[in-house]
């Protein structure tokens, strides 16, 4: 009992040291850039509504697609100790030529092309 008592001791001096540092210690110095209440860019002071592309956003959901496509082929490795591997690696080619053929459609018709 009394070494649990003298480690909780420690642990609370401890985080009263380090929250009583990192309240002081850090040095305020704020300047135009950090006080405007956008900091992604865009003039605070104009237009909110400004164009954007929407290419942008195909390359995102592109890379959101092949990121899943990975993530959900990661544990193939391990589907041959399965009882229908010949199911499962067929199922994966299937997807996996399935996506190909949707980037290399993509592609061909110049979706991948930022600048026109």
Not at 5 to 19: G, H
Not at 25 to 39: I, T
Not at 82 to 97: D, K, M, Q, R, S
């Amino acid at each position: 009992m009394n070494l649990v008592m003298t480690i909780l001791t420690i642990a609370m001096i401890l985080s009263l040291i380090l929250a009583t540092v990192s309240f002081w210690l850090p040095q305020m110095n704020p300047d135009a850039e950090k006080l405007s209440p956008y900091e992604c860019g865009f003039d605070p002071l104009g237009s909110a509504r400004l164009p954007f592309s929407l290419r942008f956003f195909l390359v995102a959901i592109l890379f959101l697609l092949f990121d899943l496509e990975i993530a959900l082929l990661l544990p193939l490795p391990w589907g041959n100790q399965l009882h229908n591997p010949t199911g499962t690696f067929f199922w994966a080619t299937a997807v996996l030529i399935l996506l190909t053929l949707g980037l290399v459609y993509e592609w061909t018709q110049g979706g991948l092309e930022w600048a026109e």
